[in-house]
């Protein structure tokens, strides 16, 4: 039954809202009627536990969303969170090992759903070290590196980019569509941190026409003599069932010329 005072009416009718759908089309999904969908939103009827579930899979809510309408209505959660590098994790961890490896000499970054780092292979550590001309970067489990701000801050890679506000523009898109998607404040606030940078582009700029005809963006870094043209793809694990597991994803960074690649092989070769 549903706690006294819970705010489960409420979250569940924002939810339904969010992701346009009316009380019908809700039912429908869930299977149950609508009527049903009316009287739990109204706190007329207390949901059971499987009604929660029934309804979170139909709105397609995250995990740790679902965990919190869960406590809402007065139960425990049902998804676990795990650390990487927990016993719980091995798995997870292991892929994640094997998927970075894999990209090497390429670069590639795994990082939690607000673009907080969790590893970097060696490619990935090599390329940001040339970038801040520093030695080889070393992640920092106790003060994770926020890729988004990297990209976006004005003291950060920004002056590098050499089509910067193409790739912003992208990034800020990316990002609202995380944000509407898992309906946190913390992905809100995320998004209006990044917004809130000098000249970063609105998610209702128009792109530049100039990459018309190319199926994806490259992001083209230049410093000194050195020109390297990347694009990227994103991974996600297929068939999460932990929270943290669900948020974990992995960008590869590929080269879009053949100077790109001899660039990272040479890195490769010399260390």
């Known amino acids: 039954m549903a706690a006294a005072g819970s705010d489960f009416p409420s979250r569940l009718r924002r939810w339904r809202e969010r992701r346009g759908m009316s009380q019908l089309a809700l039912a429908n999904a869930a299977e149950v009627s609508q009527r049903h969908v009316s009287f739990l939103e109204l706190g007329r009827t207390a949901p059971s536990r499987e009604m929660v579930l029934r309804l979170a899979a139909a709105l397609d809510l995250p995990y740790r969303q679902q965990n919190a309408l869960l406590l809402t209505a007065g139960f425990a959660p049902v998804w676990r969170e795990s650390a990487l590098g927990a016993p719980e994790a091995a798995t997870v961890d292991r892929a994640l090992g094997f998927m970075l490896g894999q990209q090497e000499p390429f670069p590639a970054f795994a990082f939690d759903r607000r673009w907080n780092l969790l590893r970097a292979n060696t490619g ?108 990227t793809t994103i991974s996600t694990l297929g068939t999460p069932q932990d929270v943290a597991a669900q948020e974990v994803r992995v960008e590869c960074f590929f080269p879009a010329d053949e100077a790109t690649a001899n660039a990272f092989r040479g890195w490769a070769a010399s260390r």
């Open 124 to 231: 990935a550590r090599r390329m940001v070290g040339f970038l801040t001309g520093g030695p080889p970067f070393e992640p920092d489990p106790a003060r994770p590196l926020n890729l988004a701000d990297a990209l976006l801050a004005p003291d950060g890679l920004r002056p590098l980019v050499a089509n910067w506000r193409e790739v912003a523009l992208h990034f800020v898109r990316g990002v609202r569509a995380d944000a509407l998607h898992d309906g946190t404040a913390e992905t809100a606030a995320l998004l209006d941190r990044l917004l809130g940078y000098p000249d970063v582009p609105g998610v209702a700029a128009l792109p530049a026409a100039e990459g018309e005809g190319e199926p994806v963006l490259a992001m083209r870094v230049v410093k000194g003599e050195t020109a390297l043209n990347l694009f």
